[in-house]
């Protein structure tokens, strides 16, 4: 496989993967390229993809290091100018540890209808709860009425008491 080429937004170098060290001439000092950002599905860091690297300037004998570099991803994104980081998130990328920009659109939008859906669903819930409750405090509110009706039209009477409508009455009625 050919190695790729890229070019240092730094120095302006065109350099091969892999020599990823040597810019503006300096041994310790890594390239940069123009930013590229990778998407996560899981908003997860993915792992420390760079070792840290040491190695010795032949010239000078003065050894250098580089700190190893974990992606962070954030909201699901991570952008990044390193080169070598770049290579190997591609390979992540390109393994389906990781999605294209597409796919991240997709899942976020998908994710926003999805709660668009359910906080509607929820407000369709509360007023229809809303109405139920209406209606079952109008139907309180006429069995309320009903029960404050029902004392004085049957009342409930005495064993040996005579029926008093019928007996007023007929009290009341001329006598033939
Ligand atoms: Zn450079």
């Not at 580089?66 to 770049?86: A, I, L, M, S, V």
């Not at 007996?167 to 033939?176: F, G, I, L, W």
């Amino acid at each position: 496989m050919a190695r790729k080429s890229f070019k240092c937004t730094v120095c302006e170098a065109e350099f091969l993967s892999g020599n990823w060290f040597g810019c503006c001439e300096n041994i310790a000092l890594k390239h940069n390229v123009a930013p590229k950002t990778f998407y996560s599905e899981s908003a997860q860091n993915v792992q420390c993809l760079i070792k840290p690297q040491y190695g010795t300037n032949p010239q000078t004998g003065v050894s250098w290091s580089t700190p190893g570099k974990q992606q962070r991803f954030f909201n699901g994104q991570y952008t990044t100018t390193d080169p070598e980081e770049q290579e190997k998130l591609e390979q992540v990328l390109a393994g389906g540890g990781l999605i294209t920009y597409e796919k991240y659109i997709d899942l976020k939008t998908t994710a926003e209808q999805k709660a668009a859906r359910a906080m509607a669903e929820t407000k369709e819930a509360n007023r229809l709860l809303a109405e139920a409750k209406d209606e079952l405090a109008r139907k309180q509110a006429e069995l309320e009425k009903l029960r404050e009706s029902v004392p004085a039209e049957v009342a409930p009477l005495a064993p040996d008491a005579p029926v008093p409508s019928l007996a007023s009455k007929r009290r009341t009625q001329p006598s033939v």
